[in-house]
């Protein structure tokens, strides 16, 4: 009798809208190899999935055979870890719900997990960064959305249908902007990408008279808006603190609801750096409940956002129960 050879490999894919990274992860949490690909190239989600499934193989045969790789994680925006699909995601170009993890199981033969991007990160961040060794934590992810994932006991919370962690689809602003979503007043439509350079826009045509750095751009990104504060810009410093301001309070909701130890906020937007973060958490404590205050910190991710989030998405592979059309 043989006996039964552990497959010790998953793979780990990390979904954004431009990007797609994807890397080979042995059972230390080591990354064996690591490659990308434009998501914006394929708009029609059966090619993508179709190019995924090619480039997860040839970098497993690569780099040590495909019979090794026990399953796939996949970290996706508005993932459903409960079904496995992409659920009418206001971000990404594939409309309405996909079941990616059984469409991509079909074409590789091999166990798929998937999860919401923001769980995933939390689950990266739980075993490799910041909130390492903390129970209870909530991880806020800033970039052209607003994703939060609260992290309980040990397990992200995914609720009754498996959005649990929406948070950035919350009404800050009654009858405010209209969100991606659909809903109107979303922290999402004042805290997130678009959401940021709107608040600018409007800054600018507030006060017409004032010169401003960042009418010399073309394209306006909370990139540029942050090097103009740099520069000592006051209407880009007043567009983050505005911001700051309503995610602040948005932060304050959420902590008095889970009593956290720690809110982790990580995403590009994050690297504002103090034009973002003193407002927020000089407005988190005004609005925190007097109970918790002093109590929870609010931390920056120190991790590689790309590194980190293959590793939650491999972290998430090895849960998965595993199956194979080759045994």
Same mark, same amino acid.
């Given at each position: 009798?043989?006996?039964?050879?552990?497959?010790?490999?998953?793979?780990?894919?990390?979904?954004?809208?431009?990007? *797609?990274?994807?890397?080979?992860?042995?059972?230390?949490?080591?990354?064996?190899?690591?490659?990308? $690909?434009?998501?914006?190239?394929?708009?029609?989600? =059966?090619?993508?999935? /179709?190019?995924?499934?090619?480039?997860?193989?040839?970098?497993?045969?690569?780099?040590?055979?495909?019979?090794?790789? !026990?399953?796939?994680?996949?970290?996706?925006?508005? #993932?459903?870890?409960? +079904?496995?699909?992409?659920?009418?995601?206001?971000?990404?170009?594939?409309?309405?719900?996909?079941?990616?993890?059984?469409?991509? !199981?079909?074409?590789? #033969?091999? /166990?798929?997990?998937?999860?919401?991007?923001?769980?995933?990160?939390?689950?990266?961040?739980?075993?490799?960064?910041?909130?390492?060794?903390?129970?209870?934590?909530?991880?806020? *992810?800033?970039?052209? #959305?607003?994703?939060?994932?609260?992290?309980? !006991?040990?397990?992200?919370?995914?609720?009754?249908? #498996?959005?649990?962690?929406?948070?950035?689809?919350?009404?800050?602003?009654?009858?405010?902007?209209?969100?991606?979503? &659909?809903?109107? &007043?979303?922290?999402?439509?004042?805290?997130?990408?678009?959401?940021?350079?709107?608040?600018?826009?409007?800054?600018?045509?507030?006060?017409?008279?004032?010169? =401003?750095?960042? +009418?010399?751009?073309?394209?306006? *990104?909370?990139?540029?808006?942050?090097?103009?504060?740099?520069? &000592?810009?006051?209407?880009?410093?007043?567009? $983050? !603190?505005? *911001?700051?301001?309503?995610?602040?309070?948005?932060? =304050?909701?959420?902590?008095?609801?889970?009593?956290?130890?720690?809110?982790?906020?990580?995403?590009?937007?994050?690297?504002?750096?103090?034009?973002?973060?003193?407002?927020?958490?000089? @407005? $988190?404590?005004?609005?925190?409940?007097?109970?918790?205050? &002093?109590?929870?910190?609010?931390?920056?991710?120190?991790?590689?956002?790309?590194?980190?989030?293959?590793?939650?998405?491999?972290?998430?592979?090895?849960?998965?129960?595993?199956? @194979?059309?080759?045994?």
């Amino acid at each position: 009798m043989e006996l039964e050879t552990m497959k010790d490999r998953v793979v780990g894919v990390d979904i954004s809208v431009e990007q *797609t990274t994807l890397a080979v992860v042995d059972i230390r949490g080591n990354i064996i190899a690591k490659t990308s $690909f434009s998501t914006e190239d394929y708009p029609n989600v =059966s090619n993508y999935i /179709a190019v995924l499934a090619e480039r997860i193989v040839m970098l497993a045969e690569e780099n040590g055979g495909f019979m090794q790789i !026990r399953s796939v994680g996949i970290s996706a925006p508005s #993932g459903n870890f409960k +079904t496995g699909g992409i659920e009418d995601s206001p971000n990404m170009p594939w409309k309405g719900v996909i079941p990616m993890a059984a469409m991509l !199981r079909d074409r590789l #033969g091999i /166990a798929v997990a998937l999860g919401n991007d923001s769980h995933v990160m939390a689950l990266g961040e739980h075993v490799y960064g910041c909130a390492h060794g903390m129970r209870d934590f909530v991880l806020v *992810t800033l970039g052209h #959305g607003l994703g939060t994932a609260v992290f309980s !006991r040990n397990k992200v919370t995914l609720g009754a249908h #498996g959005f649990g962690g929406e948070f950035g689809h919350s009404c800050v602003v009654d009858g405010g902007r209209e969100c991606g979503c &659909g809903l109107k &007043g979303c922290l999402e439509a004042y805290c997130a990408g678009k959401g940021i350079v709107k608040t600018a826009r409007e800054l600018i045509a507030e006060n017409s008279s004032e010169s =401003s750095l960042m +009418t010399v751009y073309d394209k306006l *990104t909370p990139k540029n808006i942050a090097e103009c504060c740099n520069r &000592g810009d006051r209407l880009a410093i007043e567009t $983050f !603190r505005r *911001t700051g301001h309503t995610l602040g309070i948005g932060l =304050s909701v959420i902590a008095s609801l889970v009593d956290p130890q720690a809110i982790i906020i990580t995403g590009g937007i994050a690297k504002a750096g103090k034009w973002l973060l003193e407002p927020a958490i000089e @407005s $988190f404590n005004e609005h925190l409940f007097g109970n918790l205050r &002093g109590k929870v910190k609010v931390l920056v991710s120190s991790l590689d956002s790309r590194e980190r989030d293959v590793l939650g998405a491999s972290a998430l592979a090895w849960e998965v129960e595993e199956y @194979s059309l080759f045994k």
